[in-house]
């Protein structure tokens, strides 16, 4: 039975020694203390689940899982998932920082809203953790077909209330394995609604998946075809929306 007070974290790792403490103490910071991260490593060969066991040690809200076989963050994050006790769940990537009144703020506007599905404003940083850009202005709240034509909603600002939305899992079959999710959610009827404050700082780091804008576009596109099975006009006109605002939303780095 899910715990409707507790905030599941749900956190894919491969190879995030680097930043992953950081990570870990960024929740552990967080202003509402009544959460579990779980951290799904994809069986790194750094130092990730030494770190991860170390830290855990004295934090018990930290949980390490540990896949057995290398398969990618949506297999990670669906381990997470069903090992996760909290109604509500939040994403966070290993690399990324919650602020400290993140959940806090998050859970406040869901609670006064009635909001199922959430996410909030950002700002980037290089892997130095110096500041990039400013924060964008985020749309007051997307459906299914707007967000189809969107890139506003990076994964490690989403809190769900999943008594509300219903249990979901990361699609695999394609790299963009979180944007499929949400389209999942929202096809259900759900909408997700914007919660208009600096909450995250996004790491951008040379080489990720999310950096290699080739791949991520094939990712969106075959989204859009195999997983979401959406006509070839319709997929062009989506993707033609979704590929400007993403020029729009990368054009400052």
């Known amino acids: 039975m899910q715990d409707s007070d507790l905030v599941s974290i749900i956190t894919p790792a491969y190879n995030g020694a680097r930043f992953i403490r950081e990570?870990?103490?960024?929740?552990?910071?967080?202003?509402?203390?009544?959460?579990?991260?779980?951290?799904?490593?994809?069986?790194?060969?750094?130092?990730?689940?030494?770190?991860?066991?170390?830290?855990?040690?004295?934090?018990?809200?930290?949980?390490?899982?540990?896949q057995k076989q290398n398969a990618g963050p949506a297999c990670a994050r669906n381990a997470a998932l069903a090992a996760a006790r909290g109604a509500r769940v939040a994403f966070l990537?290993?690399?990324?920082?919650?602020?400290?009144?993140?959940?806090?703020?998050?859970?406040?506007?869901?609670?006064?809203?009635?909001?199922?599905?959430?996410?909030?404003?950002?700002?980037?940083?290089?892997?130095?953790?110096?500041?990039?850009?400013?924060m964008r202005a985020l749309p007051?709240?997307?459906?299914?077909?707007?967000?189809?034509?969107?890139?506003?909603?990076?994964?490690?600002?989403?809190?769900?209330?999943?008594?509300?939305t219903g249990d979901f899992r990361m699609p695999n079959k394609t790299k963009c394995d979180d944007f499929a999710a949400w389209l999942e959610i929202l096809r259900r009827g759900h909408v997700a609604h914007a919660v208009h404050d600096d909450l995250l700082r996004y790491r951008v780091v040379s080489g990720s998946i999310s950096r290699n804008k080739m791949r991520w576009a094939m990712g969106?596109?075959?989204?859009?075809?195999?997983?979401?099975?959406?006509?070839?006009?319709?997929?062009?006109?989506?993707?033609?929306?979704?590929?400007?605002?993403?020029?729009?939303?990368?054009?400052?780095?």
């Not at 959406?230 to 062009?236: I, K, T």
């Open 140 to 164: 007051d709240s997307l459906t299914y077909h707007q967000y189809l034509k969107n890139t506003a909603i990076v994964t490690s600002t989403v809190l769900i209330d999943r008594s509300k």
């Open 23 to 66: 990570t870990i103490e960024s929740v552990v910071a967080q202003t509402h203390g009544n959460w579990e991260m779980l951290v799904a490593d994809d069986c790194s060969s750094d130092d990730t689940v030494a770190l991860v066991e170390e830290i855990a040690r004295t934090e018990p809200r930290v949980r390490l899982l540990r």
């Open 220 to 253: 969106i596109w075959r989204t859009y075809r195999e997983v979401e099975r959406l006509s070839l006009p319709y997929a062009a006109w989506c993707f033609s929306h979704y590929a400007w605002r993403g020029y729009q939303k990368y054009r400052s780095l």
């Open 93 to 134: 990537d290993s690399d990324d920082i919650w602020l400290p009144r993140k959940l806090e703020v998050q859970l406040g506007f869901m609670q006064r809203t009635g909001a199922v599905f959430t996410y909030t404003g950002f700002r980037r940083m290089d892997e130095h953790g110096q500041q990039l850009g400013l």
